[in-house]
């Protein structure tokens, strides 16, 4: 590469192999590692076989081209798997958590006390002072039903 001067082209794809790692951990995405893998391998390759200029460039289009498809069809086989998968799902951890209605839930419509907010919920009509059970969430809104339905499912009529 004759317009970086006294550089060999080598150096400058491991450079830039690098850079590209470094930059993937700070931008989101796990696209930029496979470049960086590309550009790591056609520094190798251009040192050991003395490449020309369009070579290096084909070589390093197809290297990333073959490791982001790979990576893309591994990665869709075997997800990589959450150890908390409901770890930015703040509703749907509560769900089997007890709240007390602070404001009667009237019309399907109402508030809990849950930690320490205040949650609408979404249910059928509670008095305020009454204890509900999470079922579920709905964005910002809890789903809720009374304690009192539960514990009659589970008696039967002697």
């Not at 696209?31 to 390093?60: N, R």
């Not at 998968?85 to 009667?104: D, F, I, K, S």
């Not at 320490?116 to 204890?131: C, F, H, L």
């Amino acid at each position: 590469m004759d317009w970086f001067g006294d550089l060999d082209a080598h150096w400058v794809w491991l450079t830039l192999g690098l850079v590209l790692a470094g930059l993937e951990m700070l931008v989101p995405g796990v696209y930029l590692i496979w470049l960086a893998i590309a550009a790591i391998i056609t520094g190798v390759l251009t040192g050991l076989f003395d490449l020309t200029l369009p070579m290096q460039v084909i070589d390093f289009v197809f290297l990333a081209l073959i490791l982001a498809f790979s990576a893309k069809r591994f990665l869709r086989d075997k997800p990589i798997e959450s150890s908390d998968p409901l770890m930015n799902r703040r509703g749907a951890r509560m769900v089997g958590q007890t709240a007390l209605v602070v404001q009667a839930i009237e019309h399907g419509s109402g508030r809990v006390h849950f930690g320490d907010s205040e949650w609408i919920a979404r249910g059928p009509d509670v008095a305020a002072g009454e204890r509900v059970r999470i079922v579920g969430s709905d964005g910002a809104s809890l789903l809720v039903e009374p304690l009192t339905l539960l514990s009659d499912e589970g008696t039967q009529p002697g």
